[in-house]
């Protein structure tokens, strides 16, 4: 085992290590929560990672999001966090894809090859459409519903999608698929919180919510202990 993980595996044993790095997982957006949720992956011993993002980094991004920082603006987000997560586990397997996942580019994603799809898009209508395909693989799926307007890490929790209470987006969701009379193809665990601030500050971008890291983090964070809690309950 690399010794970078012998923390781990005294904690979990060498076995439960080599079935963490045969996992193949997939993150769809790596911002302010995908990107946290990604580095307690591949910290965690996660060797075969897909990141997805068509974004570049902004200044606005650097008050959450791992990737930001004032060097690495302009940069596409998903080439900044290859290249830190490379520099955590040289030997890992990291592929960076800059691309928008919808419904015209879904199927380039091959969803049924990975073990694990982890959803922190922000779009509705795609990670709607992401949550109907990602439920029709074998793959376990867990999504992060909103981050926003939080504050409280006390407060997030994680449900079963239908039993997930308080947040706007997952409502938005369930709104989506009964208009649509589309549903996921099986049950699936999502991250949320009841908690919904107000911003105070003026907004300067449209449709834009405040946010702060420590929320997101715990986001993503969390995301990444499903993932770690489901290989291990199997393994």
Not at 53 to 81: F, H, M, W, Y
Not at 105 to 110: D, L, V
């Amino acid at each position: 085992m690399n010794e970078i993980f012998k923390r781990e595996e005294l904690l979990l044993g060498s076995s439960a290590m080599d079935t963490i790095a045969r996992q193949r997982v997939i993150i769809f957006g790596v911002g302010g929560v995908g990107s946290w949720c990604a580095e307690s992956l591949v910290r965690s011993g996660v060797h075969h990672l897909t990141i997805v993002d068509s974004d570049t980094v902004c200044a606005s991004n650097i008050n959450r999001q791992l990737v930001a920082t004032t060097k690495t603006i302009g940069q596409p987000k998903v080439e900044v966090l290859r290249e830190r997560l490379l520099d955590i586990n040289p030997q890992a397997e990291i592929t960076a894809i800059r691309a928008v996942y919808n419904a015209e580019t879904s199927a380039s994603f091959c969803l049924d090859t990975y073990d694990y799809i982890i959803d922190a898009i922000d779009s509705l209508k795609d990670k709607a459409h992401l949550i109907l395909a990602a439920t029709q693989t074998s793959a376990r799926l867990f999504s992060s519903m909103g981050a926003a307007l939080k504050m409280n890490p006390s407060r997030i929790s994680v449900a079963e999608f239908w039993h997930v209470k308080g947040c706007p987006l997952a409502a938005a969701l369930r709104r989506h698929f009964k208009h649509n009379k589309t549903f996921p193809s099986k049950k699936f665990k999502a991250v949320y919180s009841e908690e919904l601030l107000k911003n105070q500050g003026e907004q300067t971008e449209s449709r834009a919510n405040g946010t702060i890291c420590h929320a997101t983090a715990v986001f993503g964070f969390t995301l990444a202990g499903l993932v770690m809690q489901d290989i291990l309950q199997d393994s």
